[in-house]
Each structure stands twice: as structure tokens, then as C-alpha cells.
């Protein structure tokens, strides 16, 4: 029996700002979801921030120190909106009806952005609502990277400003410039 194609209508791209790599030992700091089509075009927007003590995010993230001291930018902005957020579980809640509202017609939605691999064990440790909602295929953005870095030499300057929002359309314009060259 063949399994029936997939062939979502839209894609939803995520990307989590977290302490660190470790989904088991950090946290996730920041979320942001945009919903495309297949032209890229987004449709619709979402971010949530997750509230955590402040003395506990400092902690978690004095075991990345370098690369937080290198981004110290992004760090100060992460630490500044805590206040703001939210607990995790609602920032969940939130984000799947951010879901269920422009991918309806998606019983598993793709999930896709740059290295999402590493956002989605985040996503399966912290989120099992959510990470129940999406497919098993993810649209990874760092494998063109490998690609066409590896093959063809070619290479796309993102700015990694490491904000959630940012991050994502850096990554569609980045999937935009490899669709670009093999459209040729």
C-alpha cells in the first residue's frame, strides 16, 4: 500500500531562540513562526516570549558564554523583553492556534527554517502539543547551505542577528537566493 503524497499547501517556518543546544539543559527563550506559500510569500506572523527567572537564564547561558559574549546584542535584547513573556504552556497554546488558523487545511504542517533539526528537539522535549502537529519532513535550509557551499562554491551572506523574527526571514531569503540559482 502506498502511503498518500505529501504535499502541504503552505509551509510554516519557526525559529526558537534558547540558552543553548541542549534541549534537556537549556530553555527556549523566544519563538517566531511565519506561515508562506510556495511563491515564499508570508501570509501571516507570530512570536511569543517565554518568561523564565532572570537569575536562571544567565545561569544557562554563562555555559554558552562565548558565543552569548560574541552576540552580546541579542542577549541584552532576550534579557530585556523576559518580563513580557509568557509560561511556556501558553506560549504553546498561542502558537498552535496561530497554526490551526492559517494551516487548517494541513493535518501535519511542514516545518522549516535553518537547522531546524536542532529547533525541533526543543519543540519535541518542551512542546509535545505542537511537535504532534507537525509532519516528520522538515524543510531544512542548512542543507541547501551544504550543498551549494560544498559543490558549487556559492555562499549566501545571512545576518545572524539571533532574534527569532529576524532569523526566519533571513533564512526564506536565503532558501529565495539557492531557488534562484537553479531556476537558471
Same mark, same amino acid.
Given at each position: 500500500?502506498?502511503?498518500?503524497?505529501?504535499?502541504?499547501?503552505?509551509?510554516?517556518?519557526?525559529?526558537?531562540?534558547?540558552?543553548?543546544?541542549?534541549?534537556?539543559?537549556?530553555?527556549?527563550?523566544?519563538?517566531?513562526?511565519?506561515?508562506?506559500?510556495?511563491?515564499?510569500?508570508?501570509?501571516?506572523?507570530?512570536?511569543?516570549?517565554?518568561?523564565?527567572?532572570?537569575?536562571?537564564?544567565?545561569?544557562?547561558?554563562?555555559?554558552?558564554?562565548?558565543?552569548?559574549?560574541?552576540?552580546?546584542?541579542?542577549?541584552?535584547?532576550?534579557?530585556?523583553?523576559?518580563?513580557?513573556?509568557?509560561?511556556?504552556?501558553?506560549?504553546?497554546?498561542?502558537?498552535?492556534?496561530?497554526?490551526?488558523?492559517?494551516?487548517?487545511?494541513?493535518?501535519?504542517?511542514?516545518?522549516?527554517?535553518?537547522?531546524?533539526?536542532?529547533?525541533?528537539?526543543?519543540? +519535541?522535549?518542551?512542546?509535545?502539543?505542537? $511537535?504532534? /502537529?507537525?509532519?516528520?519532513?522538515? !524543510?531544512?535550509?542548512?542543507?541547501? &547551505? @551544504?550543498?551549494?557551499?560544498?559543490?558549487?562554491?556559492?555562499?549566501?551572506?545571512?545576518? +545572524?542577528?539571533?532574534?527569532?523574527?529576524? $532569523?526566519? /526571514?533571513?533564512?526564506?531569503?536565503? !532558501?529565495?537566493?539557492?531557488?534562484? &540559482? @537553479?531556476?537558471?
Amino acid at each position: 500500500m502506498t502511503k498518500p503524497a505529501f504535499k502541504p499547501k503552505k509551509i510554516l517556518w519557526v525559529d526558537l531562540e534558547m540558552t543553548g543546544l541542549n534541549p534537556r539543559e537549556d530553555i527556549i527563550l523566544e519563538v517566531a513562526a511565519i506561515v508562506t506559500d510556495w511563491e515564499l510569500r508570508e501570509i501571516a506572523t507570530f512570536e511569543g516570549i517565554i518568561k523564565h527567572d532572570e537569575l536562571i537564564i544567565r545561569e544557562k547561558m554563562a555555559r554558552s558564554a562565548v558565543f552569548w559574549n560574541e552576540n552580546s546584542e541579542a542577549r541584552e535584547g532576550l534579557l530585556k523583553q523576559n518580563n513580557a513573556g509568557r509560561s511556556s504552556d501558553i506560549v504553546e497554546r498561542d502558537i498552535l492556534a496561530f497554526i490551526n488558523e492559517y494551516c487548517v487545511a494541513e493535518p501535519n504542517v511542514l516545518l522549516a527554517g535553518n537547522s531546524i533539526h536542532q529547533d525541533r528537539k526543543f519543540i +519535541e522535549h518542551y512542546w509535545k502539543q505542537l $511537535d504532534a /502537529r507537525l509532519h516528520y519532513r522538515m !524543510l531544512d535550509v542548512s542543507a541547501w &547551505k @551544504v550543498v551549494f557551499e560544498g559543490k558549487y562554491s556559492k555562499k549566501f551572506a545571512k545576518p +545572524e542577528k539571533h532574534r527569532a523574527l529576524d $532569523d526566519i /526571514r533571513g533564512s526564506i531569503e536565503e !532558501l529565495q537566493y539557492y531557488l534562484k &540559482k @537553479v531556476s537558471c
